[in-house]
């Protein structure tokens, strides 16, 4: 079952702007991840915060995650035009390698 | 780094017939393998666990007699579409686990389905 809530479900922006899309989830994670998708192809993991963590970096990507609101954050600084595409985080529980997608973020940079 | 590569990325076949996508992990072996379907703009609904040597797991709602799954190898699981009609169309998706890498998740570049 989908239990991920992304929102904005679409977000549109300058280029060179910072945009944040937001996750929450409802049941206890051991991990949660993001991925990028352009449309009609597969998905490119981004990032993965353990439920330990609290924050992590990669590049221009920023993942923060609060287990005790059961919600996670990607910003993406300084975007680009290049990164125009639909982005979905998911979540590993318990004792299963299953991954639980978001409804998605469909994210719109323009040039 | 490892590649999960799915074959046909495209297919269009007429009501009632069967299709089969591959799936396969090039440069590492996956135990598990998992298939997804996307309709278009929506998420990514899980249907099935493949696990090699063994029965896949399925998800409620999915129908295990007609999508057959079978993983016969450690890098390769296959999905059979079958008795397709035209409310199968839709975007399939599988992804392998690297356990040599930790939990990532690789996945393929997606099979649009088209029944027509």
């Known amino acids: 079952s989908q239990q991920g809530e992304e929102d904005p479900q679409a977000l549109s922006i300058q280029e060179g702007e910072n945009a944040t899309m937001n996750c929450s989830y409802k049941?206890?994670?051991?991990?949660l991840q993001w991925y990028r998708q352009n449309s009609g192809r597969g998905l490119v993991h981004l990032i993965l915060?353990?439920?330990?963590?609290r924050e992590k970096h990669s590049g221009r990507l920023r993942v923060t995650l609060d287990t005790s609101k059961k919600s996670s954050s990607l910003l993406i600084t300084a975007s680009r035009a290049a990164d125009t595409a639909s982005y979905f985080c998911?979540?590993?529980?318990?004792?299963?390698?299953?991954?639980?997608f978001g409804k998605g973020t469909k994210l719109t940079v323009n040039p | 780094g490892a590649v999960v590569s799915q074959h046909p990325s495209r297919v269009i076949c007429k009501s009632g017939t069967s299709v089969k996508i591959e799936c396969r992990s090039l440069?590492?072996?996956?135990?598990?393998m998992f298939w997804y379907r996307q309709f278009p703009k929506q998420s990514l609904m899980l249907m099935a666990t493949?696990?090699?040597?063994?029965?896949?797991?399925?998800e409620q709602g999915v129908e295990k007699d007609k999508f057959l799954i079978n993983h016969a190898s450690l890098t390769l699981s296959t999905l059979t579409v079958t008795s397709a009609h035209p409310e199968d169309s839709s975007f399939y998706i599988c992804?392998?686990?690297?356990?040599?890498?930790?939990?990532?998740?690789?996945f393929g570049e997606g099979s649009w389905l088209t029944v027509v």
């Open positions: 992804s392998a686990q690297a356990h040599r890498t930790g939990n990532t998740i690789y």
């Open positions: 049941t206890s994670i051991n991990n």
């Open positions: 915060i353990r439920s330990n963590e």
């Open positions: 998911a979540t590993e529980q318990g004792g299963s390698e299953k991954l639980v």
């Open positions: 440069d590492f072996q996956a135990t598990t």
């Open positions: 493949s696990n090699e040597g063994s029965k896949a797991t399925y």
